[in-house]
Nanobody, 126 residues
Framework: QVQLVESGGGSVQAGGSLRLSCAPS????????MAWFRQAPGKEREVVAA????????VYTNSVKGRFTISQDNAKNTVYLQMNSLKPEDTAMYYC???????????????????WGQGTQVTVSS
């Protein structure tokens, strides 16, 4: 059974930093598209960033470019989202997602991802 376990959420003030981790169990992401999505209350789920793990290609939504970094640690089979210069509008539940078919995955499309974590809350206060 595949599980994506997220950790690292919390509450910070604007301008602060957090690092989210996504550790899959029962799943090796060696050739996958791994992504972070977020969903704020009353809003649709939106992609934040994705990484195509075989080549390490990363993509970001415009609102987080230059502030967030998605990365992978193959030895730990873990994907990270380093979030710097956090803003109140970054407040949301953050979800890790995995697609085992990276070549057919449109990185920003939630329906292309097969596995999802339960989410970790990020709250940024002004």
């Amino acid at each position: 059974q595949v599980q994506l376990v997220e950790s690292g959420g919390g509450s910070v003030q604007a301008g602060g930093s957090l690092r989210l981790s996504c550790a899959p169990s029962g799943y090796t992401y060696s050739s996958s598209c791994m992504a972070w999505f977020r969903q704020a209350p009353g809003k649709e789920r939106e992609v934040v960033a994705a990484i195509y793990t075989r080549g390490g290609v990363t993509v970001y939504t415009n609102s987080v470019k230059g502030r967030f970094t998605i990365s992978q640690d193959n030895a730990k089979n873990t994907v990270y989202l380093q979030m710097n210069s956090l803003k109140p509008e970054d407040t949301a539940m953050y979800y890790c997602a995995a697609s085992p078919q990276p070549y057919g995955t449109i990185w920003y499309r939630p329906t292309d991802y097969t596995f999802w974590g339960q989410g970790t809350q990020v709250t940024v206060s002004s």
